[in-house]
């Protein structure tokens, strides 16, 4: 059994198009009774006689005009609402007609427009319907008036007797007319209709398809702007947005030019394509931040350059990862030098110093031999701790977290400070909010404050002020002090193995609290403090802090 495919759905008219047909419906009538009345003046046109029966038509229309707006809003089936409207046109086109003269009335064209109007509203079968009412319409009255049963109101110039002829004519015309009038808008108006459904589906499709890019372009990772011609922003992704902390609003129209300098995507000559290029950007924080960014040209249909398509990613974290990759590369090689060397440097160094104590306890050592004996073991001892503190850094131990109070531990590492005299005169604050407990490992998180200080205490050259604060929230733990601070060009290299600033310094301290935090799954910065010098921040894995 065949299945019989579903019919359309019936048309449906809009309250806009009702309204639309209203006005311009009392417009016609305004102008073409009007006409009427004017020439009928002039006494060019109909009889004068008929001027008040004219004049009570044009009433009627506004009355039913004004009647039909005002219920236009309320009306809950436009359908029967349309169908009693284009009664009312046949029944006011049929009355102007009789008032008009009837078989020579000069607006008997006036049911033609009825049916046209229809054809906005219905589909053919009832534009077909509409035309055959005016046929009959218009064929009952000129039949009334060749049988002279035409009612003959006061006043009417009307013609009481016509010849078959004439009104054969007038009425194979007229319905021929009215036919194929249908005929015509029927198929015009399903022509439309079709055009009208392809263009709202290919609207939807460009809605969709719209939609999808507006989604996509939020939700892709890599930032994205287009720049015009003349160098300004037109579009700004979210990610564009969170990546350089900028919104669309404060970015539009500006240009790129001054708004991101290092992107060298626009000169004077124009616009520049880029395969790949990185660059050095500053956020809306005044933070650096590493992009990665390629330029594309973007072309209308005709193949004209309307724009350049700018996409980037945010490499600060992956040119920190390398960096890091880079100094564990280092560690690990130090680390395999470090254990082949161990036992052969300290065991040397353990016999020198020991067979040097005791030559200096010999009865004939002169009080010379004896000072310059001391100064081999004291080098002797030196160079044991450089390579104790070399060892430590190149293969630390994996930390045995515990939990531990920080403010605890801070004030035992101040503590320590007070028994070396190169804190003699340097004062230090703590400001370390108590309660405050971390998974740690105790002994190696105290070497990393301990070398902190003694870092801070020989920036200072023995005078001024060292802070170690805490912050509850996320466990970061600061030390800053007066100093001088550290050049922004030698920040970077501060925590590789021995790099150091300072006359004697073996450039190991840092470079051994940094391996001990990153051990932790944390990280150091190092940033300008509040007493004008270096501030160290040591922030510890995430779950590092428990309250």
């Known amino acids: 059994m065949n299945a019989v495919p579903p019919s359309e759905p019936p048309i449906q008219p809009s309250r806009k198009q009702l309204a639309w047909f209203l006005l311009i ?46 219920s236009l809003p309320r009306v809950a089936n436009l359908r029967f609402f349309t169908l009693t409207q284009l009664g009312w046109d046949l029944l006011f086109c049929l009355f102007l007609i009789y008032f008009t003269g009837g078989v020579e009335s000069l607006f008997s064209f006036s049911l033609v427009f ?34 002279g049963r035409l009612p003959m109101l006061p006043g009417l110039a009307l013609a009481t007797s016509i010849g078959w002829r004439e009104a054969f004519y007038a009425i194979f015309v007229h319905v021929t007319g009215f036919l194929l009038t249908a005929l015509l808008c029927a198929a015009l108006s399903e022509r439309w209709r079709r055009s009208e459904q392809a263009l709202r589906e290919q609207r939807i499709d460009y809605d969709e398809l719209e939609s999808l890019n507006r989604v996509i372009l939020e939700n892709i990772g890599s930032g994205l702007m287009i720049i015009n011609p003349l160098g300004r922003i037109r579009s700004f992704n979210r990610a564009a947005e969170q990546i350089t902390g900028y919104d669309l609003k404060s970015v539009y129209n500006r240009e790129v030019r001054g708004l991101f300098p290092q992107l060298e995507v626009y000169s004077d000559a124009g616009m520049r394509p880029r395969t790949r290029a990185e660059a050095v950007i500053r956020t809306a924080d005044e933070e650096e931040r590493t992009l990665g960014f390629a330029a594309t040209p973007i072309h209308d249909p005709q193949g004209r350059d309307i724009g350049l398509l700018v996409s980037f990613q945010d490499l600060t974290r992956i040119k920190q990862m390398e960096e890091d990759l880079r100094r564990a590369d280092r560690l690990a090689a130090v680390g395999r030098l470090a254990s082949a060397m161990a036992h052969e440097i300290r065991n040397p160094l353990a016999s020198i110093s020991g067979s040097v104590q005791l030559l200096m306890e010999g009865a004939h050592v002169t009080d010379e031999d004896r000072r310059l004996m001391g100064i081999v073991v004291r080098e002797a001892d030196r160079l044991s701790a450089l390579l104790t503190d070399f060892l430590a850094y190149a293969r630390p131990r994996k930390p045995q977290v515990e939990a531990c109070d920080m403010a605890k531990l801070v004030t035992e590492v101040v503590q320590a400070c007070g028994s070396d005299a190169r804190f003699r005169d340097i004062n230090i604050d703590i400001s370390c909010p108590g309660g405050t ?10 070497q990393s404050l301990w070398d902190l200080l003694i870092n801070a205490a020989e920036a200072l050259e023995g005078e001024g002020r060292i802070r170690v604060s805490l912050v509850p929230e996320t466990g970061d733990v600061m030390v800053e002090d007066s100093g001088p601070g550290v050049p922004d060009d030698k920040q970077e290299r501060i925590f590789e193995p021995f790099f150091t600033t300072k006359a004697g310094g073996t450039g190991l301290g840092l470079a051994t609290v940094h391996s001990i935090v990153e051990g932790h799954g944390g990280h150091v910065s190092i940033e300008r403090g509040s007493l004008g010098g270096a501030c160290f921040r040591l922030r510890f894995g995430p779950d590092a802090v428990l309250n």
């Open 25 to 70: 419906r009392l417009l016609a009538i305004s102008v073409f009774l009007g006409g009427a009345i004017f020439f009928q003046f002039r006494g060019e046109t109909v009889s004068v006689s008929s001027l008040n029966y004219l004049y009570g038509l044009i009433a009627a229309a506004y009355l039913h005009g004004l009647a039909s707006a005002i």
């Open 114 to 147: 009825v049916i046209i109007a229809s054809s906005v509203f219905f589909d053919g079968r009832r534009i077909l319907l509409v035309a055959a009412l005016a046929a009959i319409l218009f064929g009952l009255l000129i039949d009334l008036q060749y049988f």
């Open 437 to 446: 407990r971390m998974l740690i490992d105790h002994d190696q998180v105290r």
